[in-house]
């Protein structure tokens, strides 16, 4: 039954003690102060701990960037040494990739999905809390690597032998391995949970061709997701073996071909790249049509280009091996293979710009970065093509090109759709407004900052600059394009400060009085706006049917006798009515403590693999213990959860 | 707009000896031939979408006092299947020569004039002629090949994976182990054609060198003969008081050398007092179980590497150019050698190229130690090494 709102008739409501229903092993209930941030199963909590740990990685990944291009901005750099160079890169590449942008489209998959379908929460919420926690744990383990033996040194592709004991002896590459596995635990339950949740949990009359188009392609990323991650966890778990019991999986002397690695983990890489652009494509197609006040240009093209894409992507993995020697048979299917992904690609470009087309465009925030996306995706996918066309990628893989290449697409593409969701949802999930003045200097920075770094990347790369390298030598035209990349670089910090001194500014953080969000600031047309901001815990007080796509902007608007759209309703009004009919029995299942404690459990079975089978037991034994205490946890509390022990307190909050 | 900005850039970029763009052989220039205009298609395609976004920028920007809700249009299903029909066309026009290049520079040639094996190892290459008549040449970093004369390649790995690259004569094939894969060369004129390592090969990647120096036939020639021949002893001298046969810098050298560098260094014909072969045993010292082969060190442009030039870069030894080669087949003459790099190198290897010099738990080395030589000791060797012609 009930318990984050309890049952409505039951009036008045219980009194809880946080603090001490919060004891050992007393069920915790509490839905407010910070403790119940530990125990919480709210997807929104959730998002917002996803949020602002995955922010946390970007800006130690964007520290690593910076410190990767002071010592590259001239000839002979002596700022790092190759070591620390080495190990720079490794974790710039992993904390970008497992630490930044998946966690952050996770942390808007989890907050939205359910607002965008009218589900109250996901369908797993504990196992949602779970990935959260395995998330977080694998960051900080991987990040305990320095105290314990040195940071990763390998490259975050890994490549089999240079991982193996005897060419990275230190245990960087251990951390790393295992890390992965158990953020990869996070992804998987992420995915199961965000399937079932979509599949099954839709408002009544929410059809899939009327689902968001950011709940579309989170759903292609999740079942991306299910099939891609075994792959990298068979892949890791082999490096473990081979690296920590002496397994020969990628031994040369014992005969293995290295090829090996290369195939699982562009098997799982080549997906991993649509996991980490197509929430980002979401997220350009709900903004651009509230911004050009029109329905997505050709909705169906979109979703079915998305699940081409999920379907495609698997086909394309081996272009990342075009110089591996392959052979030439090989080689042709691929190249063949992945300029045709390049269609259903295009096709997303051409959709959003006859989104454009015909509109009434308000330059937002949001909007700015949406359309900064169009752009720069496009100079990355057209240097794409140019990679699909394989004699010419012998020439150019594993040179600046490339580096130039997958910056436009996951920083001109993922980054920037995902700072367009920032301004466009921060009103609904904090109901404050972020500053627009501060949100386009942001913009500015951030676009000048992208192509004064990446750009002359092509450049330097067909000169011939490798990529991986701590130093260059003078007198190869690489010196001066360099130094304006490392420029850029600091630019595009500065415009990750300017967004960062925006949230403090308008989030009440410096003692200002926040700017309160109205109910519907941008005139949005999607189910995630028809309900407070931020939401309730249970999200909508009734669930509104839906006979449209676009439901909200169909509920404001309606044909007038001449054919023009014109307003009917406005948010409140039609909040206002939701309120009316509120549903009088609210489940909402209860926070538990069992994930945390089962997570945490996996870092420290993984420095046991490392240091001593002792701790590894210990580690297990507290995950046996997690699992059984789950199993055995009724999903929502039982009445007597709220009691307190020791008789009413004086320290108590009313629960509503 | 991004194919013509990198075409313009790299085009007038004049210094440039690793520029993808400026092919000097058959096969490079098939690959920029392929891509100029795959480059030149994509800029226009990039071109004709932000003209799109720029048009609705400019075009459907909201005005003030006109808020009216726009045509809610859902799409316009020809406008865009005919586009997806012509993006699709394009990738088609560009997949038919992409086909065709990949088969033309991958085939075996039926002219090969000359096969080398090409083995990579922390942080250096080796190149192993297999041509009969040429067997038994083995160089490192430096590939010396006929001008005009197609050369196949056998690319290999001793320890890790590494990838053989030279832009301006071909695209790059990785070198791994257990591997023996084909890379096919041709340079249409004398010159020293630069590359560099690019797979990521652990500490010291960025200091994996290679160049392929282009030699004409007849300079091609006197350069075999000449790696042909085995080391010559140094000779001692006769001391003109006691008559007795003593040490020359050279043959003090010598003996420095097989005490302290023929264990992993090989250097054909070398001989010790006794009469005795010195035969590198380098699978006993080094993860990768091979260092470079010293025989004709003197005939090379660079040393480590290629970390660092072997002769000095003055107008008079600059080995920036192939006609260096040609004229000194066989050594850097007198009062070029980079004397300063060669003797901290001898002083502490490690020092000066990131390498690992203490030994793992199997008693291996990767990369060369230091040595702790002492200074007499460096100045016998380098007497030494010059001999090495």
């Given at each position: 039954m009930a318990i984050i709102e309890r049952p409505r008739e039951l009036a008045p409501a219980s009194f809880v003690s946080p603090k001490q229903a919060a004891g050992s092993f007393h069920r915790p209930v509490q839905t407010k102060g910070w403790k119940s941030w530990f125990f919480t199963i709210d997807h929104k909590k959730l998002g917002i701990m996803y949020g602002v740990a995955a922010m946390f990685f970007f800006l130690v990944g964007g520290t690593e960037a910076l410190l990767i291009r002071i010592q590259l901005a001239q000839p002979n750099g002596k700022f790092v040494n190759a070591q620390l160079y080495n190990e720079l890169f490794t974790t710039h590449g992993t904390t970008m990739v497992f630490l930044f942008v998946m966690p952050m489209a996770a942390a808007f998959a989890n907050y939205f999905v359910p607002l965008q379908i009218g589900a109250r929460d996901v369908a797993f919420p504990r196992m949602n809390a779970f990935g959260f926690w395995c998330f977080l744990s694998g960051g900080i383990f991987l990040y305990l690597s320095p105290l314990l033996g040195g940071l990763p040194d390998g490259g975050w592709f890994a490549y089999a032998p240079n991982t193996g004991p005897i060419f990275s002896p230190s245990h960087g590459m251990d951390f790393w391995a295992l890390a992965l596995q158990i953020t990869g635990i996070a992804s998987l339950t992420g995915s199961i949970n965000l399937i079932v949740t979509i599949l099954n949990m839709r408002a009544p009359g929410m059809k899939m061709m009327m689902m968001p188009v950011f709940t579309w392609m989170i759903l292609v990323v999740q079942f991306l997701l299910v099939f891609a991650i075994p792959v990298i966890t068979v892949a890791l778990f082999l490096l473990t073996f081979q690296r920590r019991f002496g397994a020969t999986f990628f031994d040369v002397k014992a005969g293995a071909d290295p090829l090996l690695w290369q195939h699982l983990f562009w098997l799982f890489g080549h997906p991993e790249v649509y996991i980490l652009i197509l929430p980002s494509f979401g997220i350009v197609s709900e903004v651009l049509p509230v911004f050009a006040k029109k329905p997505l240009f050709g909705y169906k093209f979109v979703v079915f280009s998305g699940a081409a894409i999920g379907f495609?992507?698997?086909?394309?993995?081996a272009h990342h091996m075009f110089a591996s020697g392959l052979g030439p048979i090989s080689v042709m299917v691929f190249s063949l293979t992945t300029m045709f992904i390049a269609v259903p690609t295009g096709v997303k470009i051409i959709n959003w710009v006859g989104t454009l087309w015909g509109g009434t465009l308000r330059f937002t925030t949001a909007m700015m970065f949406a359309i900064g996306l169009i752009v720069e995706f496009t100079i990355g996918g057209l240097s794409g093509v140019t990679h699909a066309v394989s004699p010419s990628d012998t020439q150019q893989t594993d040179t600046y090109y490339i580096i130039a290449h997958f910056h436009y697409v996951l920083f001109g593409g993922a980054v920037f759709g995902l700072f367009a969701g920032f301004y466009y949802w921060w009103p609904k999930v904090f109901g404050r407004m972020l500053d627009e003045k501060l949100g386009k200097i942001n913009f500015w920075l951030m676009v000048i900052g992208t192509n004064f770094t990446f750009g002359p990347m092509h450049i330097v790369g067909l000169q011939g600059q490798p990529r991986r390298m701590y130093t260059y030598k003078a007198g190869y035209g690489f010196g001066p394009w360099n130094l304006v990349e490392t420029i850029g670089s600091f630019i595009i910090a500065l415009a990750v400060g300017t967004f960062l001194w925006n949230v403090v500014k308008t989030n009440g953080i410096t003692g200002k009085k926040p700017r309160t969000a109205p109910l519907d600031p941008w005139d949005a047309r999607t189910y995630e706006w028809m309900t407070t901001s931020p939401p309730k815990e249970h999200n909508f007080d009734s669930i509104p049917v839906v006979s449209h796509l676009d439901e909200f902007f169909h509920r404001k608007y309606a044909e007038d006798a001449n054919g023009n759209m014109v307003k009917v309703a406005t948010g409140e009004e039609i909040l206002a009515d939701q309120i009316a009919h509120a549903d009088k029995h609210i489940h909402m299942p209860s926070p538990s403590y069992w994930p945390l404690v089962l997570a945490v459990s996996l870092p420290i079975i993984a420095l046991g693999v490392i240091f001593s089978t002792y701790l590894a037991v210990v580690g297990g034994a507290i995950c046996v213990m997690a699992a059984y205490g789950w199993a055995i946890e009724p999903s929502t509390a039982d009445e007597s959860d709220f009691e307190n022990p020791a008789g009413p307190s004086t320290e108590v909050t009313v629960h509503v | 707009m991004l194919g013509g900005f990198a075409l313009t850039l790299t085009g007038c970029a004049g210094n440039a000896p690793q520029d993808t763009w400026k092919p000097s052989g058959k096969y490079a220039r098939s690959i920029d031939n392929l891509q100029e205009p795959i480059f030149v298609a994509a800029g226009v395609v990039g071109l004709v979408v932000f003209a799109a976004v720029v048009y609705c920028i400019v075009k459907f920007r909201e005005r003030p006092g006109h808020d009216s809700i726009p045509h809610q249009s859902h799409g316009n299903p020809k406008v865009e299947i005919s586009l997806t029909a012509l993006s699709a066309a394009i990738l088609l026009t560009v997949a038919v020569p992409t086909v065709n290049t990949l088969f033309e520079i991958s085939n075996r040639p039926k002219d090969t004039a000359l096969e080398v094996t090409v083995i990579g190892q922390q942080w250096w290459w080796e190149f192993q002629y297999k041509t009969p008549g040429m067997e038994g040449i083995v160089t490192a970093t430096e590939l010396v090949i006929p001008v005009g004369k197609k050369v196949r390649l056998s690319v290999t790995s001793r320890d890790v994976i590494h990838s053989f690259w030279i832009p301006k004569l071909n695209g790059k094939r990785d070198a791994v182990p257990n591997r023996v894969q084909p890379l096919n060369m041709e340079a249409t004129t004398p010159g020293i054609y630069e590359g560099q390592c690019t797979e990521y090969c652990g500490l010291s990647h960025a200091n994996m060198r290679q160049r392929v120096v282009a030699l004409s036939d007849a300079d091609f020639a006197t350069w075999v003969a000449n790696q042909l021949k085995p080391a010559a002893k140094p000779a001692k001298v006769k001391d003109a008081t006691t008559g007795e046969l003593v040490d020359t810098p050279q043959s003090g050298g010598e003996a420095a050398f097989i005490a302290n560098c023929a264990r992993c260094h090989q250097v054909n014909g070398l001989v010790d007092d006794k009469g005795d072969p010195q035969n590198s045993k380098a699978d006993e010292q080094l993860v990768s179980g091979a260092a470079p082969n010293l025989t004709h060190l003197m005939s090379r442009s660079v040393f480590a590497g290629g970390m660092f030039d072997l002769s000095l870069p003055s107008a008079a030894c600059s080995p920036k150019t192939a006609k260096y080669t040609a004229e000194h087949p066989t050594g850097t003459p007198d009062g070029c050698l980079n004397r300063a790099d060669l003797e901290a190198w001898l002083r502490n290897a490690p020092a000066v190229k990131p390498m690992y010099s203490i030994q793992n738990k199997d008693k291996l080395y990767r990369g060369m130690p230091n040595l702790n030589l002492s200074e007499a000791d460096i100045d016998k060797l380098v007497a030494y090494l010059t001999t090495l012609k």
């Open positions: 495609m992507g698997w086909g394309v993995w | -």
